[in-house]
């Protein structure tokens, strides 16, 4: 069993910035794939970002290429998102989630994960 929490959602104005974190249990945290996904109101939840267990290969959805990046911090069993030049589109829960069977795939679909934190809200205001 695997438990997130995510923490650092909030308010912010258009053009700031927010970092995510997502804490982890369990003790194979470092083999995991994780990922961040969003879900807008009145929207399906839709794959945001996504990183290898060894941080050495990150996927971005393309709404989001060149103003967020996901890290992780195997030692301290956390992954982040952090978010620059947000955007009013931004606005949404954002999921964090974990891949705990083995393969080198970044997956993009809901499916390809098998935990999912409680989400955080992310609201950026105009």
């Known amino acids: 069993q695997v438990q997130l929490v995510e923490s650092g959602g909030g308010l912010v104005q258009a053009g700031g910035s927010l970092r995510l974190s997502c804490a982890a249990s369990?003790?194979?945290?470092?083999?995991?794939?994780m990922g961040w996904f969003r879900q807008a109101p009145g929207k399906e939840r839709e794959f945001v970002a996504g990183?290898?267990?060894?941080?050495?290969?990150?996927y971005y959805a393309d709404s989001v290429k060149g103003r967020f990046t996901i890290s992780r911090d195997n030692a301290k069993n956390t992954v982040y998102l952090q978010m620059n030049n947000l955007k009013p589109e931004d606005t949404a829960v954002f999921y964090c989630?974990?891949?705990?069977?083995?393969?080198?795939?970044?997956?993009?679909?809901?499916?390809?994960?098998?935990?999912w934190g409680q989400g955080t809200q992310v609201t950026v205001s105009s």
């Open positions: 369990g003790r194979t945290f470092s083999s995991y794939t």
């Open positions: 989630a974990a891949n705990v069977r083995v393969g080198p795939r970044i997956g993009t679909r809901e499916e390809d994960y098998d935990y």
């Open positions: 990183i290898s267990w060894s941080a050495g290969r990150t």
